[in-house]
């Protein structure tokens, strides 16, 4: 692998310094057009996120999760209050790699063409898109799959496929909506595996959706719970089980892990009978 082959791949997956990834939000709140009047579906809200956190948004349907994702990156804009990204204010496609519930590849290209694509938007120069493309795939587990169809592969593999694809923006954040709802429970582990792990790996700031409690304990270092419509923070929790060098079944199983998972689940359950 050349030198500057390893410098893109590494500008591309890793966080730079000073503020970078960081997340800010003043007062956030987010309505929409209702038939007789203006819905409001978030907040007002205030929530900071320190670059490098894994931060899980979790709560009832409809309680304003995902909202809150399109606002940090950037496909829409608050009503109310102000936010900011990396002290910003957040542009789609600049600020964050998003992936969402279903991977939303080109089924015309090839796993390798859909990767290819995103670093050419990243600016990965033509020559080294192929070692930078193979690196992305080997970190999602795809090592020596750039060739198949898209359709040649399974669900929890095209997933994957969209999770290298996000990590080639070169963006200190990674923003997931509820990306493994769709897939089967073994899948869905080893993939909560994968991205605990690259998001360690990566140092980039990550903030997940998701509707379950379990997941929130096992990929956070940081819990929100959010109330039901209009969203607000109901709970705030630090997750502060170890992140590297313990094995996912024996950290699923201690009873750190039990506790985390039910006061989460039982805020859950209380705030999605809170209306702000």
Known sequence: MSSRADQEIA?????????????????????????????QALGPLDLEVA??????????????????????????RPTD???TVSGREPEPGKGAGVVFQQPRLFPWRSVGGN????LKYAGVEKADRAVAREG?????????????????????????????????????????DEPFAALDALTRERLQEDVRTVSHETGRTSVFVTHSA??????????????????????????????????PDELRGSPEYAELRAQVGHAVKESAAIRA
């Open 11 to 39: 500008e591309a997956l890793a966080v730079a310094p000073g503020t970078e990834g960081s997340i800010a939000a003043a007062g956030v709140g987010h309505s929409y057009p209702g038939r007789k009047e203006r819905v």
């Open 51 to 76: 670059p490098g956190e894994f931060l899980v948004l979790v709560g009832a349907s409809g309680c304003g999760k995902s909202t809150l994702l399109r606002l940090i990156a950037g496909f829409e």
């Open 81 to 83: 209050g102000t936010l």
């Open 115 to 118: 990767v290819d694509l995103a």
């Open 136 to 176: 992305l795939l080997e970190r999602v587990g795809l090592g020596g799959t750039a060739d198949r169809k898209i359709w040649e592969i399974s669900g929890g593999q095209q997933q994957r496929v969209a999770i290298a694809r996000a990590l080639a923006a070169r963006t200190p954040l990674l923003l997931l």
């Open 214 to 247: 379990d997941e929130a304990v096992f990929l956070g270092s940081r819990i929100v719970v959010l109330t039901a419509r209009p969203g607000r923070i109901a709970l705030d929790l630090p997750v502060g089980l170890p992140r590297t060098g313990v094995d």
